[in-house]
């Protein structure tokens, strides 16, 4: 897809708003009224804009009632359980908000939201349009060609026609066969029992067709084949049902759906009745603007910023005394790991003032790096300041540089603010990275890691980053971590309680989990060793038990050999099967089992004595840290309960 003009953006609103209620917490305002939904769909919007910035976008929801389908099919998602009332409530107001912050939305009666988005997807592929479509809806896969890919927002991962291939193993012009075959449970779409994924790909990629393996259906053998051709009647069915309808009659061309100006005084009411206090106050601070802007993310204006890389002693004290000087200040560390035990500190960045910061290098040892000063010169001389409990550090998740500097010997204190700890109180179902809260709270595009290191296997490390991307990278860090701070403290100012809960829990909790972390768990090797030698040898006595009750050798691990074993040869009665038509073989279903058959409780034991193997007894020494000889954990306070 081309970076140079903005993609075209289609968003599956429906498919949106039932992920944010299930995978949200139930968040409720103070009425009791359900917002969690709501909110979540609105950020999922904020975060394609702010990434996108499309000139062209439409939020697509389902329409009320019938569609086609139930016309073809009555039974079509008939099996469906009544929509929530905590969900239902929430559609008028997110519907009113969407249309409120600007953004073009569709709602087609007769038909769903993916044929709208189907229809629209092949004109924009007609008219050489690149087309993103943010959706979690895998049936839209069969739209993806050169010019349409699919974003996932949850997850944040893109599928092009390499994406489709890698996912489910056949290309997009075969997801509608792939679809009939297996058919859909949530959709009530019938398919072909014992028909899963695997299945499927592996008929389609032989037969390349539907209809080419309809046509070879005898040649299919086993049960899987005979339940095929029991099948076949209803195969053109399955079909039309997963087929997207891509010449909806639609009103609106792509160019009218721009976005329009926000009313912000209608925001201003939606944010204040939901209790979106957050987006009230960016709401207020931003004014007028795009869309985006109104729910309080992007503001394209910039600081001016006065970065600086410092490579001499005089520069370097010059700024020890702006920082000595100063009450408080924002400071990183630059480092070669994520695994706090084994990082070294590469450089050091501090801001003082919004607009103005410097990175200290000292550790970039790529072919060709400029000299720099020495560890000794850097941390020596700033190790009185970062150990002077008297001197304010504000940081983002300052208790991972804590760590990284206690392996220089240095005692990071004074940290009296941490950007992670106070966006988590505020907003606990926020993410707290750096990336999502400089989007989210101060507007501006900022540096990526990724931008500068590149990603994956080839991915470097920060040592070997060319200093005239890496100092502005490390700068802008201390910079936006003090403009972070600056913006969550005011938002803290105004929530008295929360602002207690920071305070007087999170921040002294820092500390603690820090000195827990350091001082590790001590494990006796030698017994875990012993003792996944005794747990294997006791797996290989419950496999040979398994193997006399079976009556036959079989893959204990593998859910369909035990479910032929137990409900076909055994004839022990099945409990239940899954979405792809195989026995169940579940926990629960064995331990109902295992009161009255003892394969089942052989195979319990197993899986527990497995379990305990490849977690714990096998896997806790190599966990062990070469210097210290100790377990190191790692505490996470930014995870909602």
């Known amino acids: 897809?081309?970076?140079?003009?903005?993609?075209?953006?289609?968003?599956?609103?429906?498919?949106?708003?039932?992920?944010?209620?299930?995978?949200?917490?139930?968040?409720?305002?103070?009425?009791?009224?359900?917002?969690?939904?709501?909110?979540?769909?609105?950020?999922?919007?904020?975060?394609?804009?702010?990434?996108?910035?499309?000139?062209?976008?439409?939020?697509?929801?389902?329409?009320?009632?019938?569609?086609?389908?139930?016309?073809?099919?009555?039974?079509?998602?008939?099996?469906?359980?009544?929509?929530?009332?905590?969900?239902?409530?929430?559609?008028?107001?997110?519907?009113?908000?969407?249309?409120?912050?600007?953004?073009?939305?569709?709602?087609?009666?007769g038909v769903e939201a993916d044929d709208v988005i189907g229809s629209y997807a092949k004109i924009a592929s007609e008219l050489k349009i690149d087309t993103l479509i943010s959706t979690g809806d895998k049936d839209l896969a069969q739209l993806v060609n050169p010019y349409v890919t699919l974003i996932n927002t949850m997850n944040n991962v893109l599928m092009d026609e390499a994406g489709v291939m890698k996912k489910f193993d056949v290309p997009p012009n075969a997801i509608i066969d792939y679809l009939a075959l297996m058919g859909d449970t949530s959709d009530n779409i019938p398919g072909v029992?014992?028909?899963?994924?695997?299945?499927?790909?592996?008929?389609?990629?032989?037969?390349?067709?539907?209809?080419?393996?309809?046509?070879?259906?005898?040649?299919?053998?086993?049960?899987?084949?005979?339940?095929?051709?029991?099948?076949?009647?209803?195969?053109?069915?399955?079909?039309?049902?997963?087929?997207?309808?891509?010449?909806?009659?639609?009103?609106?061309?792509?160019?009218?759906?721009?976005?329009?100006?926000?009313?912000?005084?209608?925001?201003?009411?939606?944010?204040?009745?939901?209790?979106?206090?957050?987006?009230?106050?960016?709401?207020?601070?931003?004014?007028?603007?795009?869309?985006?802007?109104?729910?309080?993310?992007?503001?394209?204006?910039?600081?001016?910023?006065?970065?600086?890389?410092?490579?001499?002693?005089?520069?370097?004290?010059?700024?020890?005394q702006k920082l000595n000087d100063a009450k408080q200040f924002a400071f990183d560390t630059e480092t070669t790991s994520l695994d706090y035990m084994k990082a070294r500190v590469v450089g050091v960045s501090f801001a003082v003032e919004v607009g103005e910061a410097a990175y200290v290098p000292f550790a970039h040892d790529y072919p060709g790096a400029p000299d720099q000063l020495s560890e000794q010169d850097v941390l020596g001389v700033l190790k009185p300041l970062l150990e002077d409990a008297e001197k304010n550090k504000i940081g983002q998740n300052l208790k991972y540089d804590?760590?990284?500097?206690?392996?220089?010997?240095?005692?990071?204190?004074?940290?009296a603010q941490d950007t992670m700890l106070e966006s988590y109180v505020l907003d606990s179902i926020q993410r707290h990275n750096m990336d999502d809260m400089v989007l989210r709270l101060l507007g501006v595009e900022t540096i990526h890691f990724e931008d500068i290191a590149g990603k994956g296997v080839k991915q470097l490390t920060f040592n070997q980053i060319a200093l005239e991307e890496a100092g502005p990278y490390a700068a802008e860090d201390a910079d936006i971590t003090l403009q972070i701070h600056q913006k969550l403290s005011e938002l803290l100012s105004k929530e008295p309680t929360l602002k207690k809960v920071y305070e007087e829990i999170e921040l002294p909790l820092l500390p603690v989990l820090l000195k827990i972390e350091q001082n590790g768990v001590k494990i006796d090797v030698a017994m875990l060793q012993k003792q996944s030698t005794q747990l294997a040898a006791r797996m290989k006595e419950v496999e040979q038990q398994a193997y006399d009750e079976a009556g036959e050798t079989f893959n204990l691990a593998s859910p369909k050999q035990l479910g032929a074993i137990l409900f076909e040869k055994l004839k022990i009665p099945a409990q239940k099967k899954t979405k792809t038509g195989q026995y169940s073989t579940a926990e629960s279903v064995l331990q109902e089992l295992a009161t009255d058959y003892p394969l089942p409780q052989l195979i319990l034991e197993h899986r527990g004595l497995s379990k305990l193997k490849s977690t714990y007894t096998d896997k806790l020494p190599l966990q062990v840290n070469d210097r210290t000889g100790r377990v190191h954990t790692s505490y996470n306070q930014t995870v909602a309960a």
């Open 1 to 109: 897809m081309s970076k140079k003009k903005p993609p075209f953006v289609l968003v599956d609103g429906s498919s949106y708003l039932f992920r944010a209620f299930h995978a949200l917490p139930p968040l409720t305002n103070s009425k009791g009224q359900p917002t969690g939904a709501v909110y979540g769909v609105i950020n999922m919007l904020n975060k394609l804009v702010t990434e996108y910035k499309p000139e062209n976008i439409a939020v697509v929801f389902d329409a009320k009632g019938k569609t086609f389908r139930n016309d073809m099919y009555k039974d079509y998602k008939a099996n469906r359980p009544p929509m929530p009332d905590e969900l239902r409530s929430q559609i008028a107001p997110l519907y009113e908000l969407v249309e409120a912050l600007g953004f073009p939305m569709i709602i087609i009666p």
């Open 193 to 320: 029992p014992k028909v899963g994924p695997k299945t499927a790909a592996k008929w389609l990629k032989q037969y390349e067709t539907l209809d080419n393996l309809v046509a070879h259906a005898d040649e299919i053998k086993g049960k899987v084949g005979e339940s095929l051709r029991d099948n076949l009647d209803q195969l053109p069915l399955s079909r039309r049902l997963t087929t997207i309808k891509c010449d909806v009659e639609l009103e609106h061309v792509i160019a009218d759906l721009s976005m329009r100006l926000p009313e912000v005084d209608k925001l201003r009411q939606i944010y204040s009745e939901l209790e979106f206090k957050t987006w009230l106050s960016n709401l207020s601070d931003a004014g007028t603007g795009t869309g985006a802007t109104a729910i309080g993310a992007v503001v394209e204006k910039k600081v001016d910023a006065n970065y600086e890389t410092v490579l001499d002693k005089a520069s370097l004290a010059r700024w020890l």
């Open 402 to 415: 804590a760590h990284v500097l206690a392996n220089h010997g240095i005692t990071l204190r004074g940290i």
